[in-house]
């Protein structure tokens, strides 16, 4: 054997290490990840943080009681709540799992649920006559930054969002709709719908 093929083959070798060590790393930081946000200090860390966050830019109770991956990689939340300025309840959700394939997301081809699972929906929507504004307007307006102004001359040109929705359940949805400039005053209390 030469010592050109000896050398290629360590360095072969060494390669196969490196790549097997990082896809290694990888790994153990995406369990460790997973580990950390299912743990009740990561969930405590992510929820006050986000809760913090948004209470204070919209100046409203908001708060979540669970957030956090299942171990078939689904996203579930529980608890969550929004009051509106006249501190009645604008949003409650108990429970919310959901399964969103997140490469198709990410490469912008198309939105792709495969699960949703969504029990316990209370929402009280209102269009004041008054100010001809919605009940949850404030929050809209409490996110748009004064520099997302765009100029209305030439409207840009985009390519429709495709969505793909798998299996769907949804269990006791108390919606409540007051809409006074339009007259419309309508309720949805459903049992269960899949």
């Known amino acids: 054997m030469t010592s050109s093929t000896s050398r290629l ?11 097997a060590w990082t896809i290694g790393i990888i790994i153990v930081l995406f369990i460790s990840l997973v580990l950390v946000i299912r743990s009740e200090s990561g969930q405590n860390l992510i929820i006050g943080e986000a809760t913090s966050f948004v209470s204070k830019k919209i100046d409203t109770p908001f708060s979540i009681d669970r957030i956090f991956l ?39 081809e198309t939105i792709s649920i495969n699960l949703v699972d969504w029990n316990g929906l209370t929402a ?37 969002l495709t969505i793909d929705v798998g299996s769907v359940t949804l269990t006791a949805f108390d919606l409540k709709y007051v809409d006074e400039v339009l007259g419309i005053d309508s309720e949805l209390d459903l049992g269960e719908l899949i």
Request: proline content about 3%; aromatic content about 8%; cysteine-free.
């Open 124 to 160: 009280r929507v209102k269009r004041s006559e008054e100010t001809n504004n919605f009940n949850f307007d404030y929050i809209i307006e409490a996110f748009v930054s004064e520099s997302s102004n765009t100029s209305q001359d030439e409207p840009s040109e985009s390519t429709p």
């Open 70 to 108: 299942t171990f078939t990689g689904n996203l579930q939340l529980e608890g969550l709540y929004l009051e509106d300025q006249q501190s009645d309840t604008l949003l409650y959700s108990k429970s919310l799992e959901a399964s969103v394939a997140l490469l198709p997301l990410i490469n912008g």
């Open 9 to 19: 083959k360590k360095l072969s070798l060494k390669a196969l290490k490196l790549i």
